[in-house]
């Protein structure tokens, strides 16, 4: 491997590996089997409803969470290129596809139930799964003819990938086989690798050897079962109406929520300032620092006037963001240089906080990230107030009042998850 020109002689000379190569391996979907386990390799079957969900949760992973890659490669069958297609396209990328990367051929066995395959090949089955490595289905290919394939893609591909970032769409037994290359294990030992559908497995490649950083990392998060959520015990007991706050960035589902626990408690909603303000025609690039900085106290206040007229009306509200939110924007906005007004700020923002039952900060990643012309298209922003926002709600609220919603994307888990922390009595 040649060095790359941006290191002098000296810092070259020292240099264990001067260049690395990033694979971001992702195992596609499960596919349509028809309610049967089925040998399947080269037979491009297609994707199946939970097939579907994985590849979409693996792409919004991708977008959302890792460096934009040079380019996207994919194996050439249906079910990768479901998930490499999206991918290249949303990051604007190249995909490259190559036939390389397909799964082990299984040849006369392609698309048979394993049943069926018994009763027509059963000395040859189980000589298949005595010695997998060797043995190859009727007229298909062994592992260990996998195992050169791939290597042989790996050992043409080294030079154009070298030194940049990959993702790689293919199937768990190039996965193994790759993971058997980059750490020296021997392929006897490739089926200690699983990985599952739709997971991540990031490899760093240099000269001088291979590190993974992560194996089979899951890209789709667990559901909460209705059973955990009810038996959650609550944090807040109310014989009035609920005054709470939601926090978190742009994205996380916040106004969604919101309306609905406003509706199911017969409270006021309280909408988010800034939003009613863009929607109507502001452009913030036209203030100046000092206008801007005069726009979060004036939203921050016009809060705390809306829920001090609701607690009037009707006892408690929900409001779509809190007042310690425009704290945190005072922060993620560098206005903190400003120290006096800072203070202020800062011990505003708690004191308006103290009248909240709670602060239910929603999770970041869960939901994809919309554009809808309003909020910023770019999820590392959104990333970077949503981290604000959080260590300044765990620093400022005692646990009892500050709701931490778990990874749940359906919005009836969400209400009952919330419900079920915060009793208080429902209107009708």
Not at 55 to 75: H, W
Not at 145 to 162: A, T
Not at 196 to 206: I, P, R
Not at 336 to 359: I, N, P, S, W
Request: with cysteine.
């Amino acid at each position: 491997m040649s060095p790359p020109p941006d290191f002098d002689e000296t810092t070259r000379a020292a240099m264990v590996s001067p260049t690395v190569t990033e694979l971001h391996l992702f195992r596609h979907g499960p596919v349509d089997v028809g309610g049967r386990r089925r040998a399947y390799g080269h037979s491009d079957l297609p994707l199946s409803e939970r097939g579907e969900q994985v590849t979409a949760a693996a792409a919004e992973f991708a977008v959302s969470r890792l460096p934009r890659p040079a380019g996207v490669i994919s194996s050439d069958l249906t079910r990768c290129l479901e998930l490499a297609r999206p991918l290249a396209e949303r990051l604007g990328v190249e995909l490259l596809v190559t036939s390389d990367l397909r799964e082990q051929w299984m040849g006369a066995w392609e698309g048979e139930a394993w049943e069926d395959l018994q009763h027509r090949f059963g000395a040859a089955i189980n000589d298949y799964w005595n010695d997998y490595l060797n043995v190859a289905p009727t007229g298909g290919e062994s592992y260990a003819d996998l195992v050169v394939r791939v290597g042989r893609w790996w050992d043409s591909w080294q030079e154009r990938l070298e030194g940049r970032r990959w993702i790689v769409v293919t199937h768990i037994g190039v996965i193994r086989a790759l993971c058997c290359r980059f750490l020296g294990v021997p392929t006897t030992d490739a089926l200690r690798f699983a990985p599952t559908h739709g997971s991540h497995t990031h490899f760093l490649v240099a000269e001088s050897g291979a590190t993974c950083a992560t194996m089979g990392e899951p890209t789709t998060r667990p559901p909460i079962t209705t059973a955990e959520i009810a038996a959650t015990p609550p944090s807040v007991r109310l014989d009035r109406p609920p005054r709470l706050a939601l926090s978190g960035s742009a994205g996380t589902g916040k106004t969604t929520l919101a309306r609905r626990l406003a509706e199911h408690w017969s409270v006021p909603y309280i909408d988010e300032g800034m939003r009613r303000r863009l929607e109507a025609g502001l452009d913030l690039h036209t203030l100046t620092m000092e206008q801007f900085r005069a726009l979060n106290v004036e939203l921050r206040d016009e809060q705390e006037a809306l829920e001090q007229a609701a607690i009037t009306s009707h006892g408690g509200f929900v409001a779509d963001r809190s007042a310690l939110d425009y704290a945190a924007f005072w922060l993620f906005y560098r206005f903190f240089d400003h120290q006096e007004e800072t203070a202020e700020v800062m011990a505003t923002a708690t004191a308006y906080a103290r009248k909240y039952d709670g602060l239910l900060l929603l999770p970041w990643g869960v939901l994809p990230l919309l554009h809808d012309g309003v909020r910023s298209t770019n999820p590392w922003r959104q990333r970077h107030y949503q981290a604000t926002v959080e260590g300044l709600l765990r620093r400022e609220v005692e646990p009892g009042r500050l709701l931490e919603l778990p990874d749940l994307l359906d919005g009836d888990a969400r209400m009952a998850w919330v419900l079920a922390r915060i009793r208080a009595p429902e209107r009708r």
